[in-house]
């Protein structure tokens, strides 16, 4: 058998390509859907105001049905990491105030 790769895979720049290269490939997308448009309708303006339109209407219905749920759930985690956090803060806060009221009281003996 041969040698088997145990490094560790690289991740950042295949997603930031990916990502790029996704956003290009939607620029062009709208692009040639108001060019087509336009065409038909001979008014490039009424063409990108339409095609912005179903696009606004689309981002819309996606967060209604999906990425609104998402959002609170993430806003209810970091609720949550905020409380323990705090809760970490000021327990540390009070080990800290009665160490230092130890140090005195040994200090001054």
């Known amino acids: ?25 939607m ?20 063409a990108a105001l339409i095609v912005a339109a179903l696009l606004l209407l689309m981002a819309w219905l996606i967060y209604v049905v999906w990425a609104r749920a998402t ?3 993430i806003d209810k985690r ?3 990491v905020y409380d323990v956090a ?6 540390y806060q009070t080990l800290r105030s009665i160490a230092f009221k130890l140090l005195d009281i040994i200090t001054r003996v």
Do not use: C, Q
């Open 86 to 91: 705090s809760a970490a803060r000021n327990g």
């Open 27 to 46: 620029i062009v997308m709208v692009a040639t859907a108001v060019i087509a448009l336009a065409e038909l309708l001979s008014h490039a303006w009424l």
């Open 1 to 25: 058998m041969g040698e088997e790769n145990h490094s560790k895979p690289r991740v950042l720049l295949p997603l930031i390509s990916f990502g790029i290269t996704l956003l290009m490939a």
């Open 71 to 73: 959002i609170e759930y």
């Open 78 to 80: 970091l609720d949550t």
